[in-house]
């Protein structure tokens, strides 16, 4: 299956055929119209402990983890437990004034240009159409511990339909 055929699936994918889909292909930023083209890529079934807070990000979503740089990670589906994802690892920017891409030797180039701040969360939908990723980012930009605070269990939901369905 391709992005071309079922672009909403890509995040839905393993790790190591989402990052073959994903590579070479631009992120636009929907706020300020930052691109970027995905470079280097590395593939993760599992991360390993120090990013125990991607449990909390639905998949399709970028997070901006700060560790030595701040690093920028496609979340996927779960393969085997939570923290399947695409982590980018260099990448170019587009200079709308050259009219060409720059590349950038440093990891955290790609958070920072998109305008990404540490644990930083945003949607990545990809548009077959321009064959893009869109950066969509809420006004102000959205941590991991925001997108946790609104999240529910399913156990939750089923409380409140009761409440509701009963009062």
Known sequence: MSL???PSKIFE???AVARGEMQSREILDM???ARIRMEELLDYKQVGNQYVGIKDIPEGFLWTPQRRTVQALAVLKP???PGSCVRIVRSSYFDLAKGEY???NTEGSTAEHLGM???GVA???YHPETR???LIKESPILTRKEIKARQITPEEADQDLDKFFLS
């Open 132 to 134: 893009m990723f869109h």
């Open 13 to 15: 994918q393993t790790a």
């Open 4 to 6: 071309q055929e079922a």
């Open 102 to 104: 720059i590349f950038k």
């Open 123 to 125: 949607r990545l939908e």
């Open 79 to 81: 393969e085997f437990a």
């Open 31 to 33: 706020m300020t119209g």
């Open 117 to 119: 701040p540490p644990d």
